[in-house]
């Protein structure tokens, strides 16, 4: 059984910063792209950032760009966001997601909170 698992989020200053992770198991991690959402009250999900396989390429959102980053470990089978010069309009529930064509997981999010 697949289950990917995040940890990192919580209550940041606006400013700060936080690393997110994504624990992956029951699949074959390096076979799957990698991709972070994030969703608001009230508004839809959307693609953050999202990584290659094998971690050679990556693609952001433009409201993120050079504020994020993503990055992963296939040794350790986890995908990393770290988060920086956060904003309140940040604010959100992060979900990791592994993508290997028709195949799909996602993982139960965490919170992200920026306020003062």
């Known amino acids: 059984q697949v289950h990917l698992v995040e940890s990192g989020g919580g209550l940041v200053q606006p400013g700060g910063s936080l690393r997110l992770s994504c624990a992956a198991s029951?699949?074959?991690?390096?076979?799957?792209?990698m991709n972070w959402h994030r969703q608001a009250p009230g508004k839809k999900r959307e693609l953050v950032a999202a990584?290659?396989?094998?971690?050679?390429?990556?693609i952001y959102a433009d409201s993120v760009k050079g504020r994020f980053t993503i990055s992963r470990d296939n040794t350790e089978n986890t995908v990393f966001l770290q988060m920086s010069s956060l904003k309140p309009e940040d604010t959100a529930v992060y979900f990791c997601?592994?993508?290997?064509?028709?195949?799909?997981?996602w993982g139960q999010g965490t919170q992200v909170t920026v306020s003062s």
């Open positions: 997601q592994a993508v290997n064509g028709q195949d799909s997981f």
């Open positions: 029951g699949l074959a991690f390096s076979n799957y792209a």
């Open positions: 990584i290659t396989r094998v971690g050679d390429s990556s």
